[in-house]
C-alpha cells in the first residue's frame, strides 16, 4: 500500500467519524446546526476523495470526469436552491424528495454494477445488488407518493381498491423469486428488469392506502430504507463510506421508526397495511364529546395568560399550516418579560415528520431549553397555571386514556391536568383520527376560534398593552 493509500484511507476513517458524531450532535436542539455542519464537511470530503481515487488510479477518462464534476455543479445547486427557498411547513415533503433521490440513485448505482463486463463478480455482490434494487426502487416511488400526499398533490387520505392487498403481496413474491434468481446467476437483464418494476409497483401501491396521520412514521420508515439502499450501493461498489453512512441513516432511520410508532400506539405492520389517516373513511367507532363548549375572546384570554405563574405553549400542526411560529414566539417571548414561566410542550408527531416541530420553533428563535418532549412536560402539567393549545388535537385528547376508540392507548400531552386550558383553533373539526376532542367539553377549557396568525397576533397586542 503506498503513502497515497494509506493516506485516503485515513482521510476516509475521519468522514466516518464525522458521520457519526454528527449524528449524535443532532440528538440535541442546541447542537443540531453543528451536527449537520460536521456531517456535511465529511460527505464533502468523501466525494472529494472519491473523485482523487478515479483520477490516480486511471479509471476516468477526461469526458467522465466532465458529466461528473456538471453533475456535482447542478445536483448541489439544486440541493442549495431547494434548501434556501423552502419553506419550514413544506419540509417533510422536501424530506420525502431527498429519500427519492437517495433510493433512487442507490439503485442506479447497483444498476450499474449488474452492466455487461461484470459477470464473473462473487455472489455477494449480485446479492447486494438485488437487495439495492429491491429497496432502493420502493424507497423511490414510495417517496414520490409520500411527499405528493405531503404536497397535496395526492389525496391525503388513506387510496385503497379491492384486493390491493393481494396485489401488493404478490409483487413480493415476483420480486423476491426475481431477486433470488438473479442472485443465484440464473437470470439476466429480464430477470434484473422485472424486479426493478415490481419493486417500483410495490412503493406506489404500498404508500397509497397510507393516510396523513401515519406520515411522521412513513417518512421515517423511508429514511431507514433510503441509508439501507445506500449501504448496499456501498457493497456493490466497495465503497466504505457509503457503506458506513448508509447504515448510519438506515439504523438512526428504523429507531426513529419505532419511536414514532410508539408515539402514535400503532404498530409497524398496520402503518404498512394502511387505512388510518384523515378521518374521512373511518370505521373504528368514534368518542362523542358530550358537554358544552365554552369560548373565550382574546382581551379574556390575553388577561388569563398575563397574569399566569406559568404557561405552557403546545403547538401542533395547524400552528404549521397557519405559519404562526414567529407569532408563537413572540407572544411566549412577551408573556416571559411579564414575569411569566412559559416552555413548550411538543408531541413527537406534533409535525408532519419527526422533529418538525422543534425545527419549525427553533427557524423562529425559541429558546432551546423551552422545548420539553412529552415525557418531560407531562409531569409539570398539574403545577400549570394556563396550557395554551394552538393548532393540536388528537395529541391532546384524553379518549386515549380509555380503550375502544381510534387514539386509545396513544400517548398524548396532558394538558388536561393544567388548572386552565386554552385551545386556539379554527373550528370544533377533528383531527386525522376523526373523532371529537374531549377536551374541548373539560369544563377547564375554553375555545379561541380563529386563524392561528390572527389570533395570536391578538393575544401579542393585548398583552404588549398590559405590559405597558
Do not use: W
Not at 417500483?200 to 412514521?217: C, F, K, N, Q, R
Not at 419505532?258 to 398496520?270: D, E, H, T, Y
Amino acid at each position: 500500500m503506498t503513502p497515497l493509500d494509506t493516506t485516503i484511507h485515513l482521510l476516509y476513517l475521519g468522514t466516518a467519524i464525522c458521520f457519526v458524531l454528527g449524528l449524535h450532535l443532532m440528538n440535541s436542539p442546541a447542537t443540531a446546526r453543528r451536527g449537520n455542519q460536521l456531517s456535511a464537511l465529511g460527505m464533502a470530503v468523501a466525494i472529494g476523495l472519491t473523485v482523487v481515487v478515479l483520477v490516480h488510479g486511471g479509471t476516468i477518462t477526461t469526458t467522465a470526469s466532465v458529466v461528473l464534476a456538471a453533475g456535482v455543479a447542478v445536483g448541489a445547486g439544486a440541493g442549495l436552491v431547494a434548501a434556501r427557498r423552502v419553506k419550514m411547513t413544506a419540509m417533510p415533503q422536501l424530506v420525502s424528495l431527498f429519500n427519492a433521490v437517495g433510493g433512487g440513485a442507490a439503485a442506479l448505482i447497483a444498476f450499474a454494477g449488474a452492466l455487461p463486463g461484470s459477470a464473473g463478480q462473487p455472489i455477494s455482490t449480485t446479492l447486494t445488488t438485488f437487495l439495492d434494487v429491491l429497496i432502493g426502487g420502493v424507497t423511490f416511488s414510495g417517496s414520490l407518493i409520500a411527499a405528493g400526499k405531503l404536497a397535496g398533490v395526492v389525496p391525503g387520505r388513506p387510496l385503497t381498491f379491492r384486493g390491493g392487498r393481494v396485489i401488493n403481496l404478490l409483487l413480493g413474491l415476483i420480486a423476491i423469486t426475481a431477486g433470488c434468481l438473479y442472485a443465484a446467476g440464473l437470470g439476466g437483464a429480464g430477470t434484473l428488469g422485472t424486479l426493478t418494476v415490481a419493486a417500483l409497483s410495490l412503493g406506489v401501491l404500498m404508500t397509497l392506502p397510507i393516510g396523513g396521520a401515519d406520515m411522521p412514521v412513513v417518512i421515517s420508515l423511508l429514511n431507514a430504507c433510503t441509508g439501507t439502499a445506500v449501504a448496499m450501493a456501498g457493497f456493490v461498489i466497495g465503497s466504505t463510506p457509503l457503506i458506513i453512512a448508509g447504515a448510519l441513516v438506515g439504523a438512526a432511520g428504523g429507531i426513529l421508526t419505532k419511536l414514532m410508532a410508539v408515539a402514535m400506539n400503532r404498530s409497524l405492520l398496520s402503518i404498512v397495511a394502511g387505512g388510518f389517516g384523515t378521518g374521512d373513511e373511518q370505521s373504528r367507532p368514534a368518542v362523542t364529546a358530550t358537554g358544552t363548549v365554552r369560548t373565550v375572546t382574546a382581551d379574556d384570554a390575553a388577561l388569563q395568560l398575563a397574569y399566569a405563574g406559568k404557561v405552557v405553549i403546545v403547538p401542533g400542526y395547524g400552528l404549521a399550516a397557519a405559519q404562526a411560529q414567529h407569532e408563537v414566539v413572540e407572544l411566549a417571548q412577551a408573556l416571559t418579560e411579564h414575569g411569566v414561566d412559559v416552555s413548550y410542550g411538543i408531541h413527537p408527531v406534533a409535525g408532519r415528520m419527526p422533529g418538525h416541530m422543534n425545527v419549525l420553533l427553533a427557524e423562529a428563535n425559541a429558546p432551546y431549553p423551552e422545548l420539553k418532549d412529552l415525557e418531560e412536560i407531562n409531569p409539570q402539567f398539574p403545577a400549570t397555571d394556563v396550557v395554551l393549545v394552538v393548532g393540536a388535537n388528537d395529541v391532546t385528547n384524553p379518549a386515549a386514556r380509555r380503550p375502544g376508540n381510534a387514539v386509545s392507548g396513544m400517548p398524548i400531552l396532558d394538558v388536561d391536568k393544567a388548572r386552565s386550558v386554552i385551545v386556539v383553533k379554527r373550528s370544533l373539526g377533528h383531527g386525522y383520527a376523526g373523532i371529537d376532542n374531549e377536551l374541548y367539553t373539560n369544563p377547564r377549557t375554553a375555545l379561541l376560534f380563529g386563524d392561528a396568525k390572527v389570533v395570536l397576533t391578538a393575544l401579542i397586542n393585548e398583552i404588549q398593552a398590559y405590559v405597558h
